[in-house]
């Protein structure tokens, strides 16, 4: 059966009230939706002809409206599955599938109207939405996170019996069994739970139960086309039925095929998919929707034995991946995922794959304690057996590990050497749709595997100008938030990006370009941009809004600093190098510029060259890695980064206003980290809150604005400043045409150079014309800068390639 093609809304998604509120509103109207990431989805052909598209607003907070549940047998939504074996498949459910799935969510978990429940699973989700269909029905509450799950923010609300509910998944689920204490005495004013259907050992669900020894408990387990399926009361149930996903009630049947894959029957199984520009029927004439996931029924409770696509077949032993990665994790305690995929093996047909999340586990122990859960389990696979641990682990959405590209992955790194397509250019430069090699360009030394990323590699400020702007000239426009997406994410970004005129600039790169040419200009006597100044300040702000963009994630993972070391090294090396040209063009030696602290003295003291800019810059890094270094600090910051922002922005401007009172720095100008230190705070703090929703945003605002306007008062400097920070919060990201954000780029990836040559630029102008010329000295400085950086870039590639030749380091 066929039926002609649907029609619906588009909805973006937000994790907030708004989305709720137009969910709700297209329900009223039994107008079908479909939900996309953003609008530039929305115009692509999904077999849906699109007649709207709204962007619902941003902020979380208490939903408190009532809506009845709709039974029409009509079109409600299109939701498109996770896809973690290839392409999603969109399924379309009516208002009468949703209905009987919340009708037997509500009678499972007695839920009344004094229900007030967290709801920790985005709302864009089916689960999350589901959540918020209930307790709607009920006549209870809802709070949307702002900042989604936050483990101290649920335990608050919990003590002050503020909620009573909780939704979540398995994978939050475990943040709070990591740290029980988070959640303490708490835990027992819970009433409600309800779990999503991700696999969960029995000693995790005990876990939970005795976390939260009075809720009532339910698990689900279901697929997007056919939603809570079974339900295990885990609250009720004995401990030999917690490895069960529960047993079906209602109308509902589960069994399992001839194949032994489970089958699921009832009204809440969707009856379409997308097919084409149609609707196809979904389930067989029998009305049985069979499932790829493996499982046994015993005495009705339904076992879960993981996905069909995801069994290992090695030699003709069938191994369950879950089971394994249990196992393992049992041998071997961690605080990251592990993760066992299958992959091809010559002899066995099917190899196993197990990979772990660590920052500094040692291989060797990974591979002892799968072969120990292996011959637990009855197995013996040899030489089938592969271990690696990665940085992150390429995951869905709602958490779920992407088994499929860290099979691909494997197959591609281990291809044998004689059929291994070169990865270069005749040039040596990485082949144009290897992005693989370009990662290996970038970061030499480094083992780069498809789940790693420029985020989880420790790339910095300045390396992401530099990486953008090379991946872009190679590979086409890079999706937003590309720093966080791995290699594999990436390579397909690179396949199905189309090519376009105009690319996004972010305010970060523009605001960097900007202020270094106000120092430049003002420099060179071309124009002066403020009687304040101010700019140097803002860069130093742009030091902290780095910091935590770039470098926080992977400090917080490994707790080490070396990220920001790295930093303070690309600025140390080019900037010794210079000073130390120009002080044998001068024939005289000067230490303290040699070794980075001339700014810490009286500037008379010096007659060639001193750049108290940079040294400032590098100190300012320094401090903040000392920080950071601390684990109660980094704890601190895990915890509450907006809190913690603030507390180390106002303890910063009481450090200035002491430290002055000891050491009055007017003769070298203030030139000291100390008095400089809040604006690295404020960037932190901006950092910190770029995601947020707009009221936590303003409120950011708000206190760096009056930071700035305590420091500089009411002049031409602050509003430069607050412009800039403004910029950031609000306007992250401008689309422009592919020529201005080349030119932009260059200068802000050159800007530390202009800030090295421009002194010598004007010397060279002055000379050429006979006299100053400001205009011609700016445009010679910027082209100076680029060019140097530039060359400077060219001899280190060169540099670091030889050293790889030699050994020095890991070769690509």
Not at 44 to 56: F, L, R
Not at 62 to 69: I, T, Y
Not at 323 to 334: F, S
Not at 628 to 640: G, I, L, M, T
Request: aromatic share 10%.
């Amino acid at each position: 059966m066929q039926i002609s093609k649907l029609r619906a809304t588009g909805l973006i998604r937000r994790n907030s009230l708004s989305f709720i509120e137009n969910v709700f509103a297209l329900n009223e109207k039994r107008q079908p939706l479909v939900s996309f990431q953003d609008e530039a989805s929305a115009k692509e052909p999904v077999g849906i002809a699109i007649d709207d598209c709204i962007v619902p607003e941003a902020g979380g907070g208490w939903f408190r409206q009532q809506h009845a549940l709709i039974r029409d047998d009509l079109p409600a939504q299109v939701t498109f599955t996770s896809g973690t074996e290839g392409k999603p498949k969109g399924i379309v459910l009516s208002y009468a599938n949703l209905a009987d799935a919340a009708d037997r969510i509500i009678d499972q978990m007695q839920l009344t109207a004094e229900v007030r429940e967290y709801v920790g699973v985005p709302v864009t989700h089916s689960f999350g939405m589901a959540r918020i269909r209930v307790i709607s029905a009920v006549g209870g509450q809802s709070f949307i996170p702002s900042r989604g799950f936050d483990p101290l923010e649920l335990a608050r609300m919990l003590e002050a019996g503020e909620v009573n509910s909780l939704s979540a998944v398995p994978t939050l689920l475990r943040i709070l069994l990591q740290k029980p204490q988070v959640i303490g005495e708490a835990g027992k004013k819970l009433r409600w739970m309800e779990i999503g259907s991700q696999y969960m050992t029995a000693a995790e669900k005990r876990g939970v139960r005795d976390l939260f020894p009075n809720a009532r408990i339910v698990q689900h387990y279901g697929l997007t086309e056919a939603s809570r399926s079974t339900f295990l009361l885990i609250s009720d149930v004995s401990d030999e039925l917690l490895e069960s996903v529960g047993r079906a009630v209602g109308k509902t049947e589960v069994g399992i095929s001839p194949e032994g894959r489970i089958r699921i029957r009832g009204p809440h199984v969707a009856q379409w998919r997308i097919e084409g520009d149609h609707l196809q029927a979904l389930p067989g004439a029998d009305g049985w929707l069979v499932t790829g996931d493996l499982g046994h029924l015993k005495d009705g409770y339904l076992f879960f034995d993981g996905r069909a696509d995801d069994l290992i077949n090695s030699g003709g032993v069938k191994i369950n991946p879950d089971l394994l990665e249990e196992k393992i994790g049992k041998l071997l305690p961690q605080s990251g995922r592990l993760v066992v995929a299958k992959v091809p093996d010559a002899m066995r047909g099917e190899g196993v794959l197990v990979v772990a999340e660590s920052a500094d586990m040692d291989s060797a122990q990974l591979q002892t304690a799968a072969n120990q859960a292996l011959k637990m389990l009855g197995l013996e696979v040899g030489d089938a057996l592969h271990v690696k641990v990665m940085a992150s682990i390429p995951q869905t959405a709602t958490g779920k590990p992407l088994r499929r590209l860290l099979t691909e992955a494997f197959v591609a790194e281990n291809k044998d050497s004689r059929n291994k397509p070169d990865t270069r250019d005749p040039a040596g430069q990485p082949r144009a749709d290897d992005v693989m090699g370009f990662f290996q360009q970038f970061f030499p030394g480094r083992k780069i595997d498809a789940g790693a990323s420029f985020e989880a590699l420790g790339g910095d400020s300045l390396g992401y100008i530099q990486f953008s702007m090379g991946f872009e000239d190679r590979f086409g426009p890079l999706p937003s938030g590309w720093e966080s997406l791995t290699v594999a994410q990436l390579q397909s970004s690179v396949q199905s990006e189309p090519q376009t005129s105009f690319l996004r600039l972010e305010a970060a790169t523009l605001t960097r370009a900007f202020f270094m040419i106000c120092i430049v200009a003002l420099h060179l006597d071309t124009f002066v941009y403020s009687n304040n100044w101010g700019a140097a300040y803002f860069l130093f702000l742009l030091a902290g809004y780095s910091v935590m963009r770039f470098q926080w994630p992977e400090i917080s993972r490994t707790g080490k600093v070396r990220t920001i070391l790295g930093t303070v090294v690309r600025i140390a090396v080019p900037t010794v190098m210079v000073v130390a040209a120009l002080q044998i063009w001068a024939h005289e030696a000067e230490l303290k510029p040699l070794l980075l602290i001339s700014n810490l003295f009286d500037p008379r003291e010096y007659h060639v060259a001193y750049f108290y800019f940079a040294e400032m810059y590098m100190q300012l890094l320094l401090l903040v890695a000392f920080l950071f270094s601390f684990k109660a600090a980094r704890d601190a910051f895990r915890k509450s980064p907006l809190i913690s922002g603030t507390v180390l922005l106002v303890f910063a401007m009481v450090l200035s206003y002491f430290a002055e009172l000891v050491w009055d720095t007017n003769y070298i100008y203030h030139r000291t980290p100390t008095w400089y230190l809040w604006t690295v705070a404020c960037g932190m703090l901006i950092a910190s809150a770029g995601a947020r929703d707009v009221l936590t945003r303003l409120l950011v605002m708000a206190i760096v604005s009056i930071a700035v306007v305590m420091h500089h008062g009411f002049t031409s400097a602050t509003y430069y400043i607050c412009a800039g920070c403004a910029l950031l919060l609000f306007w992250p990201e401008i689309s422009v045409p592919a020529p201005v954000k080349r030119v932009v780029g260059e200068i802000a990836g050159a800007s530390m150079f202009m800030y090295l040559s421009h002194y010598q630029v004007k010397s060279v102008v002055t000379r050429l014309f006979h006299g100053p010329m400001p205009w011609v000295a700016l445009c010679a400085a910027i082209l100076a800068g680029i060019v140097f950086a530039r060359v400077y870039y060219w001899g280190e590639g060169r540099a670091l390639a030889f050293g790889r030749q030699r050994g020095w380091w890991g070769r690509q």
